[in-house]
T-cell receptor
Framework: GAVVSQHPSWVICKSGTSVKIECRSL??????MFWYRQFPKQSLMLMAT?????????EQGVEKDKFLINHASLTLSTLTVTSAHPEDSSFYIC??????????????FGEGSRLTVL | DQQVKQNSPSLSVQEGRISILNCDYT??????FLWYKKYPAEGPTFLIS?????DKNEDGRFTVFLNKSAKHLSLHIVPSQPGDSAVYFC?????????????FGAGTILRVKS
């Protein structure tokens, strides 16, 4: 149980286009999902907290108009990178916490999505 | 401001021996500490955690030790196996006014040689 799936795993796009990444909790409900970004040889940086039915909470320094997050249901959150540029190229990973459990920090991560902007 | 630090970027250990991965933190408000394991091009998977009120938690070959006075924790893997080769992230959990948050260290690459 507790599987989180991301799609697509790899995406290559041209500069200026928008890319949508989906994150689904397959066998549990998640009122809260988290979007992370990882640069090569660096840590996972929390970008935003996605809340079902309400606006996402963005971390300091993350442009909310650049990285649009929508959490329309208890099992789906989407991250849209708008007007992508080469510096947006990165590994994006989503995670979720099982609803109803005491929060001890245990998150279930998706497989990640490698974005390359040409 | 790095609140969670893993100062060793990599560690190489012989199969069967003990692997010790270290992590330091600065914020005394963290209530849980966790270790995640990550393979290339995959998302991290949860390995083991410890509450801030404990000093040791053991799960099979994995043991996490917490030294609150030193703000230091370590993950011991014994015996190490080649399949343990991965990146290990230390993470700390904080309860904040606007929501709970998990802060990650930079990771340590573990290589277990057979």
């Amino acid at each position: 149980g507790a599987v989180v799936s991301q799609h697509p795993s790899w995406v290559i796009c041209k500069s200026g286009t928008s890319v949508k990444i989906e994150c689904r909790s397959l066998d549990f409900q998640a009122t809260t999902m988290f979007w992370y970004r990882q640069f090569p040889k660096q840590s996972l940086m929390l970008m935003a907290t996605s809340n079902e039915g309400s606006k996402a909470t963005y971390e300091q320094g993350v442009e909310k108009d650049k990285f649009l997050i929508n959490h329309a249901s208890l099992t789906l959150s989407t991250l849209t990178v708008t007007s992508a540029h080469p510096e947006d190229s990165s590994f994006y990973i989503c995670s979720a916490r099982i609803q109803g459990r005491v929060d001890t920090g245990e998150l279930f991560f998706g497989e990640g999505s490698r974005l390359t902007v040409l | 401001d790095q609140q969670v630090k893993q100062n060793s970027p990599s560690l190489s250990v012989q199969e069967g021996r003990i692997s010790i991965l270290n992590c330091d933190y600065t914020n005394s408000m963290f209530d849980y500490f966790l270790w995640y394991k990550k393979y290339p091009a995959e998302g991290p998977t949860f390995l083991i955690s410890i509450s801030s009120i404990k000093d040791k938690n053991e799960d099979g070959r994995f043991t996490v030790f917490l030294n609150k006075s030193a703000k230091h924790l370590s993950l011991h893997i014994v015996p190490s196996q080649p399949g343990d080769s991965a990146v290990y992230f230390c993470a700390a959990h904080a309860r904040l006014e606007y929501g709970n948050k998990l802060v990650f260290g930079a990771g340590t690459i573990l290589r277990v040689k057979s």
